[in-house]
């Protein structure tokens, strides 16, 4: 199976700082690498698919990027909603494989 | 718009079967070129993948619960099931069922359920 880690766990920020997570697979997994948002009780919502193609609807201020076995997710200017947990997840081979996640806290 | 909503017994007893269904609204299951996918997330715990099933009924599974785990389809319906046999208290967990992008959109997960609460108890 392919490892998927993220860092960090969590993180405190404030609304309108800019926040990088980083996810790492354990093999190369080209660009199939996506992003997903939990709130406490609400099932995961896409938000980058295939490395960094925002998913329809989702605010500009999120962007995805990197290649291989190395990614990240950055929010441009964290606004409340924005305080949640964040997966990702590679869908290069099966099984399919989430990293651990990161919650993003109020600072 | 496409909707998913799972629906199911919430308490089972170790050793039994898990049995839950997702229920398409708002499109047809066939069409599309979609996988259909469940997946799982223990309280306070990350996300599981379970397994996937293709309308032609072709299923691939996370070898760590192969052995227990049957997903089905049924288009009449435009419903697709799981079944997790012989479960204990480590299956107790939030069950998701989700819409599964084709390959040229990554694979991606881009419809979920709300999610069911399993419990595993006597």
Redesign the interface.
Known sequence: ?IQMTQSPSSLSASVGDRVTITCRASQRIS????W?QQRPG?????LI???S?L?SGVPSRFSGSGSGTDFTLTISSLQPEDFATY?C?Q?YS????????TKLEIE | QVQLQESGPGLVKPSQTLSLTCTVSGGSISSGGYYWSWIRQPAGKGLEWIGRIYPSGSTNYNPSLKSRVTISVETSKNQFSLKVSSVTAADTAVYYCARVQPWDYGNAFDIWGQGTMVTVSS
């Open positions: 199976d660009s199939y690498l996506n997903y609400k099932a995961p919502k896409l698919y295939a490395t193609t998913q997966y997840q869908t099966a099984p399919y494989t989430f990293g651990q996640g």
